[in-house]
């Protein structure tokens, strides 16, 4: 398997502007997680779906940020519009239903907000 | 408390052994979790220990669980300069299949040549 993927990889944008960020998770993973990362905050669940529908999307930021899952193999992050307070590296994680409850991470998108 | 806490820094020798400790305060989870992060990239899976195990071991890796004292531990044995990287220990959410895991703020490891 070709593991969590996320695109870009990185992603550099003007404040204003509008940022979508892509996961595919790893096939048959039921459970989709998006984390922000920064070194001030750590790691943060922003929104967790299972089975394709939201379930907690408490760590959302604020309404700029939104979060989808179509279906079960894609996966997209929103912001609009972007501020520079949003740069971070924002992994995706997905999971399976069974005995280990084993997150599997992405590459990460490093975004950067000028 | 749904504190991990982890030391921030550890440097060894390249060849020598690593450990780096871990402290946990809600006693209730399942699985723990061995994540390792090189510059740049993601967390990558390194091992798991379930919460009724006391270690467990995998090639250079050994994990040990107290789980009177909430203290977990990874083992890196003839820890080489690949191994520099930030380690983050986590635990899974008390209840299977829910989804709200802790990480702990990671231990950066530096092997000097």
């Known amino acids: 398997d070709a593991g969590v993927i996320q695109s870009p990889r990185h992603e550099v944008t003007e404040m204003g502007q509008e940022v979508t960020l892509r996961c595919k998770p790893i096939s048959g993973h039921n459970s989709l997680f998006w984390y922000r990362q920064t070194m001030m905050r750590g790691l943060e669940l922003l929104i967790y779906?299972?089975?394709?529908?939201?379930?907690?999307d408490s760590g959302m930021p604020e309404d700029r940020f939104s979060a989808k899952m179509p279906n079960a193999s894609f996966s997209t992050l929103k912001i609009q519009p972007s501020e520079p307070r949003d740069s971070a590296v924002y992994f995706c994680?997905?999971?399976?239903?069974?005995?280990?409850?084993?997150?599997?991470f992405g590459p990460g998108t490093r975004l950067t907000v000028l | 408390g749904e504190d991990v806490e982890q030391s921030l820094f550890l440097s060894v020798r390249e060849g020598d052994s690593s450990v780096i400790n871990c402290t946990y305060t809600d006693s209730s989870s399942t699985y723990l979790y061995w994540y390792k992060q090189e510059p740049g990239a993601g967390l990558q899976l390194l091992t798991y220990i379930f919460s009724n195990m006391d270690m467990k071991q995998d090639q250079r890796l050994t994990v040990l669980l107290n789980k009177k004292d909430k203290h977990l531990s990874l083992r890196i044995a003839d820890t080489q300069t690949g191994d520099s990287a930030i380690y983050f220990c986590a635990r899974a959410p008390p209840t299977s299949g829910t989804y709200k895991y802790i990480f702990g703020t990671g231990t950066r490891l530096k092997v000097l040549a």
């Open positions: 779906f299972n089975n394709n529908v939201p379930i907690d």
């Open positions: 994680a997905s999971r399976a239903s069974g005995i280990t409850d084993t997150q599997y």
